[in-house]
């Protein structure tokens, strides 16, 4: 006769169990995922986007020239440090860019010609239009249209949760990210 091997055989209980613990690491695994989802839709949900746009309507019927600087995103900008620079040559002010672009036209002293300029610390809140500068004068207005390309500001800042970015828009249509 052969020697028979017994025959293990699980029970409904032992099933269960094994069902039982399987779940509990499946509903870990959700647990922990859906944290993450949380933690991503909350720093996004205080995203800083920055946008820099040249129009030639300052008010709805008034023409002129304007650089304005807009955060599109859903949280405040904090402004790290902003670069600004006409014809690759770096000024320390936009009144600085704007003198220079400005030095060959003429009477140009007597336009209605208003800046702004950026500085460290400064928090530009979402759904907020920061000028940088703005002339209803059109002989300025012209001039500034047609040389609006020449005319570039690198803007670095964070967030509220301190990522970085750095908006350059010779470079980029949208703020790049820093490590």
Not at 120 to 136: C, D, F, H, M, R
Not at 155 to 171: A, Q, R, T
Request: overall charge positive; hydrophobic content about 35%.
């Amino acid at each position: 006769m052969s020697a028979s091997t017994p025959k293990r055989r699980f029970s409904l209980d032992t099933y269960l169990s094994l069902l039982a613990l399987v779940s509990s690491f499946c509903a870990i695994g959700i647990t922990f995922y859906q944290a993450y989802l949380q933690r991503v839709q909350q720093y996004a949900s205080v995203t800083p986007i920055l946008n820099i746009y040249h129009t030639n309507h300052i008010d709805d019927n008034i023409s002129g020239s304007a650089m304005s600087l807009v955060n599109v995103g859903l949280g405040p900008a904090f402004i790290d440090s902003v670069q600004y620079y006409y014809q690759h040559k770096r000024y320390a002010t936009m009144s600085g860019v704007l003198k220079a672009s400005l030095s060959p036209l003429p009477g140009v002293e007597s336009a209605n010609l208003s800046t702004s300029d950026l500085w460290i610390g400064k928090v530009i809140p979402a759904n907020e239009k920061q000028n940088l500068y703005q002339t209803s004068h059109r002989g300025v207005a012209r001039h500034l249209d047609q040389h609006y390309d020449l005319i570039r500001c690198v803007v670095y800042y964070h967030s509220i949760y301190g990522e970085s970015w750095v908006f350059d828009p010779s470079m980029h249509k949208q703020a790049r990210k820093l490590k």
